[in-house]
């Protein structure tokens, strides 16, 4: 029978999932931004909800156990949304979710599962056009908010009682933007993505801490979110190219390259299933639209096509996880849809001590009538 692989750190083969359900048919649209939908493990319930917003400007909730929906706010905003994410509150002990819209507000919303209120409305008049990815949350709950147009971009820092206390104004043309808290330090980073690379910066005084440009790349158009994964001592930057498809592997202690890979499609989204392997996701509309790959050898273990009624590209990709529920990968698409992957545990084949002792008797018993007929 056929052996059972095993990543390090979950029981389950990452390879073995199948198209679930669709959760929604119309999250925001008409932009490429890759955090449509945030996933959290509620501290209330030990519930896994997953929060969006959809084309008629509701913030929803899809419950996984349950496996419904509701509206959290209505009109919560006045255009379409941007993004969303999710913020565990240590200080209040609670659950914080943050949009961004084209009406140029971000809002903080309790979140609760009934009267969920808003608790921060920040309104930015500036002169550049979009507020890319929402705003994050760091150290001692500042609020990150990053502005960009095509050409330049600047980063804001708040306080809770949306008071501005730091400002980095050449961050370029912000096309994403990640945290990281490095444990063995205990320092944070902002992280972002722009049109010639990543640059991580201390969220201590805003300075620089390390570019990851790789200056012998010729037109590259841009890099998405990066991710990072700590192995043991090691702390990897890994950076998805926009449209040029490849993957760059960094140290981020020293800020040298250490790989790069190649893909046959520009990149829309990455993200951890462990420490071992990565889902990468594409922008382009190919007949595999995701790809699982092994970061020890930045070999590709499988392809994924979405499920066949829909032919468009994904703009994010995250994974679920619950104790009970099981495993799940969830995508975004550019025309609205929120895709919901299960994760199968496959099945062994297994032999009770009974049925194997009765194997080995009438195999031994078989063994003596031969010997006593032909010696």
């Excluded at 790809?291 to 032919?311: C, G």
């Excluded at 529920?325 to 496959?346: A, F, H, P, R």
Aim: net charge neutral; charged share 25%.
């Amino acid at each position: 029978f056929k052996k059972m692989k095993y990543n390090s750190e979950n029981n389950i083969d990452p390879q073995n999932f199948k198209f679930y359900k669709t959760i929604s048919s119309e999250i925001f649209s008409d932009n490429f931004y890759n955090n449509r939908a945030c996933i959290f493990n509620s501290f209330k319930d030990d519930n896994i909800y997953i929060v969006y917003g959809v084309s008629s400007l509701n913030l929803e909730c899809y419950d996984l156990i349950k496996e419904n929906k509701f509206i959290i706010i209505k009109k919560i905003h006045s255009k379409p949304f941007e993004s969303c994410r999710h913020f565990f509150d240590e200080t209040n002990i609670r659950d914080l979710i943050i949009t961004s819209s084209f009406d140029s507000h971000v809002k903080i919303v309790n979140f609760m599962l009934e009267d969920s209120n808003i608790i921060i409305d920040l309104f930015f008049e500036s002169d550049f056009g979009l507020i890319i990815n929402t705003a994050y949350f760091i150290n001692n709950n500042k609020i990150i908010v990053p502005f960009s147009n095509k050409d330049d971009g600047v980063i804001e820092l708040y306080t809770m009682n949306s008071i501005l206390i730091g400002k980095i104004d050449d961050a370029g043309f912000i096309l994403g933007l990640s945290t990281f808290y490095w444990k063995e330090i205990n320092k944070y980073f902002i992280i972002i993505a722009n049109m010639e690379g990543v640059i991580a910066y201390n969220e201590s005084d805003l300075t620089v801490y390390k570019k990851f440009i790789p200056s012998f790349e010729d037109n590259i158009i841009g890099f998405c979110e990066s991710i990072i994964i700590e192995k043991n001592d090691n702390i990897i930057l890994i950076t998805p190219c926009f449209y040029k498809s490849h993957l760059f592997f960094w140290d981020f202690k020293n800020g040298c390259m250490m790989n790069k890979t190649f893909l046959e499609s520009g990149i829309s989204d990455i993200c951890l299933w462990d420490n071992e392997y990565i889902l990468v996701s594409y922008n382009e509309s190919i007949s595999h639209k995701f790809i699982l790959m092994n970061t020890k050898n930045n070999k590709i273990e499988k392809k994924y096509s979405d499920n066949a009624r829909n032919y468009f590209s994904i703009c994010g990709i995250k994974v679920i996880r619950h104790k009970t529920k099981g495993d799940y990968i969830i995508t975004s698409t550019m025309k609205g849809k929120l895709n919901l992957y299960k994760i199968y545990k496959q099945k062994s084949l297994s032999i009770s001590p009974i049925y194997m002792s009765s194997i080995c008797l009438f195999f031994i018993l078989f063994l003596s009538y031969i010997i006593k007929k032909y010696i």
